[in-house]
């Protein structure tokens, strides 16, 4: 998947709450030079305002926000934390987050497709889930 380096993929024991989870996922984003620091406060002004709409399936978030929120470059990041982490109003934790940053309408989307097709095999989610470290997390997107 050429939308994901491996600086850019973590594993985390836990996450204070959903914010400080969408700060921690979005970090190497913002490290990287893909994402301006607004871009993860806008995606938690996004949830506080909308909901958490991000969680799309059990244990998998996709973290993201309007290009024009922040996003500089299109880039994925992937942040694996051990504990769940629990949303406002969802009573579907998220452990997986897939953390979006898009230039654009369009430069995204093969790398969406790709990360929803390997979503949508169930044995290939638990190995995911359970990576021992980012570059096991890193290879399971290869």
């Not at 993860?40 to 926000?65: D, M």
């Not at 500089?72 to 629990?86: A, C, N, S």
Request: with cysteine.
């Amino acid at each position: 998947m050429e939308l994901l380096k491996l600086e850019n993929v973590q594993v985390c024991e836990r996450a204070a709450d959903w914010r400080d989870a969408i700060r921690t996922a979005v970090r190497p984003l913002e490290r990287g030079g893909y994402v301006e620091p607004r871009y993860k406060e806008e995606i938690i002004a996004n949830l506080e305002r909308l909901g958490p709409y991000i969680v799309i399936a059990e244990n998998v978030a996709l973290p993201h926000a309007r290009p024009e929120q922040g996003a500089i470059k299109t880039q994925l990041g992937v942040t694996l934390f051990r504990e769940p982490v629990r949303f406002d109003g969802k009573e579907t934790p998220a452990r997986l987050f897939v953390t979006l940053a898009a230039q654009d309408a369009d430069s995204h989307l093969d790398a969406l497709v790709a990360v929803s097709e390997l979503l949508d095999q169930p044995e290939k989610v638990e190995q995911i889930l359970a990576a021992e470290d980012a570059q096991t997390l890193y290879d399971h997107f290869q």
